[in-house]
């Protein structure tokens, strides 16, 4: 299995000639090669992670392509055939298999509302958690990616986060909220909590891939 990063929070595996693709949001550009999409996953409803040009693309490409999301996205989503998903959901989309975690997305502020959130693990050997800090119960956790920067994420709870699920490989995620600076010092503050746990941290540019 192969796990390409694109811009921001969205994310492309392949696997035997299929794909599945994660969170293509407003701060991702247009996604080509579509039409081997056999599932789309999105783990919650801010714009950031999904927008009806992305899923139309992806539908024009892949029609009928199954889309696996929470209730609020459902919600917001009107007029898209959408799967809800709930942590302690599994489902396959061809030949992956998905199960979800976590619940809800992290506090941006008191003053906003919480929405609901769900963490992904593919074929039992990746996990995204989304916007959260979700650590999949009872699982050894092969690749993170883990989240870098946005309005919720403090470092030092990010760090705890990666120590937290002690990755055996990360690389870093929502991430087109920080200068390039930013990054590169947020980059260094999870590889650092990655070797603690034995891991190794990869840095991965948009368009960039890891085999796992």
Known sequence: MRVTKFEHAALRLDAGGQTLLIDPGSFTAPLNDLADVVGVVITHEHPDHW???HLDRILRAAPGVPIFATAGVARAAEGYEITTVAPGDAVEAGD???RFFGGAHEVIHSSLPTIENVGVLVNDEFYYPGDSYAVPADVTVATLAAPLGAPWLK???AMDYVLAVAPRRAF???DMTLSVIGKNMHRQRL???TEQGGGEFFVLEP???LDL
């Open 155 to 157: 470092i030092g709870e």
């Open 172 to 174: 870093g995620t929502h």
């Open 51 to 53: 927008t009806t040009e």
């Open 191 to 193: 590889q650092w909590a």
């Open 207 to 209: 368009g960039e891939s």
């Open 96 to 98: 992956f298999r998905l």
